[in-house]
């Protein structure tokens, strides 16, 4: 009788975690040929997820990263995985505005086209400064993708209809920015989450900027995702969160679904400047929908950037 007891608590559990980490899968099978897409950090989890599903529907995919030895191991998997061969890799540093410069300058005189551009790269809550003395979170999660968005936004006027993707967090409600310290570096969780903020308000005001002008902008919260943010802390924290993970997190290639849906569905073109979440658009807290702060965390962001 314990063993049935024992066998039926076990398979409740098992079919509880199973319908907490239910997702969507992007059911569109558009087609991206002649497309090029730009992923940072599309070396790993939910951006080489992504960098492999766009590459099976024929886009151009160019990965960003800062590691070139795990930017071409990527790229071999990737084409293995994709079976194209139109996938690269160009370096990158978010943490850096002049390696942001560089980078931008040198894809632009090389790549004619951006059709989809990715801001996938993100920082997760760590105390440490970039190299312009930004904190980590909010100088690559958001400044360094402000950057490096407005310094790629003619490639992708000229290329419209495009796309602007960036990647968020539900967290983000936990926090509210203070633009007396925009720089606040002190709880490691409330400054990624006041980055994660940074990219609704970012996204927001990009479509406003860009109505008309052919570009589009989404923010996507991807899900709690099994990825490898944890190798920037401790073995036994790593050690805690890979169980948690296990038990409730959703895999990389079920997290890349939203983005990838926002890549290639028709139907959000209608949504621009839009939070969304398991291929569908989501609710966000009404503080989150400020116009007046999204108009003022753009303009801090160019002063911000302009003096780095």
């Known amino acids: 009788m314990y063993l049935l007891y024992t066998i039926f608590a076990a398979l409740s559990f098992f079919l509880l975690l199973k319908w907490i980490k239910r997702r969507k899968y ?13 992923i940072t950090g599309g070396n790993s989890g939910i951006g080489k997820e992504t960098a492999v599903a766009l590459a099976l529907r024929g886009a151009r995919v160019i990965i960003a990263c800062r590691n070139e030895d795990k930017a071409r191991k990527a790229v071999r998997e990737i084409k293995a995985r994709s079976h194209s061969m139109n996938v690269l890799h160009m370096e990158v540093d978010l943490a850096n505005m002049r ?3 560089e980078f931008s300058k040198t894809f632009l005189e090389k790549e004619k086209r951006l059709d989809i551009l990715i801001n996938n790269a993100g920082m997760p809550s760590v ?14 999660n958001h400044l360094g993708h402000f950057l490096l968005t407005n310094l790629l936004l003619p490639r992708l006027k000229e290329s419209s209809p495009s796309r602007v993707i960036t990647l968020t967090c539900s967290n983000y409600k936990y926090q509210k920015l203070d633009f007396q310290d925009l720089n606040y570096n002190l709880f490691p969780f409330f400054t990624y989450c006041r980055s994660k903020l940074a990219n609704i308000y970012f996204t927001q005001e990009l479509a406003r900027m860009m ?10 919260h991807p899900g709690y995702v099994q990825s490898n943010w944890t190798d920037h802390f401790s073995f036994l924290f790593q050690l805690l969160m890979k169980v948690i993970m296990f038990m409730f997190f959703v895999s990389c290639e079920v997290g890349a679904q939203t983005v990838i849906h926002c890549a290639v569905a028709d139907d959000v073109v209608t949504d621009s400047g839009g939070y969304f979440s398991d291929c569908r658009p989501a609710k966000l807290q009404a503080f989150a929908k400020d116009a007046g702060v999204a108009k003022k965390l753009w303009e801090a962001s160019e002063r911000l950037v302009k003096h780095a």
């Open 99 to 101: 390696s942001i410069r």
């Open 211 to 220: 109505e008309g002008k052919g570009v589009t902008a989404y923010a996507v």
């Open 127 to 140: 105390l440490d400064w970039t190299d312009d003395n930004f904190s980590m979170c909010f100088g690559v």
């Open 26 to 38: 992007c059911m569109d099978v558009k087609r991206l040929d002649g497309k090029t897409v730009l």
